[in-house]
């Protein structure tokens, strides 16, 4: 699996057409501690920064966006239970949303690991 970074803090982890999205943990970090998190329904078609999910935190609310085209494939359900799990591990149990990417190209538009860090 390859993981990409946008420079609105989220992450996908990419396996074939399927991939998981969630938000870096220095997104997290900003936040702070997380007391809702939600997606929008399983089947909805997003664009490339389309909204996909929602989080709230004492803080601020804050959308999610999705890093590449595709369709909304399912919610991490953990996260309804207890949205802290994001804060305690963003980048692996605390991911948010999977989907299934319309166009694999689109994710050379993505920053790596490297690229995301330098900023």
Known sequence: MTTYYTKSHEWIRVDGEQAIVGITTHASEELGELVFVEAKDEGTEVAAGDAAAVVESVKAASDIYAPVAGTLAGFNEALSDDPTLVGRDAEGEGWIFRMT????????????????KSL
């Open 101 to 116: 990417v319309s166009n694999p190209d689109d994710l050379k538009g993505l920053l790596t690991a490297e690229q995301y």
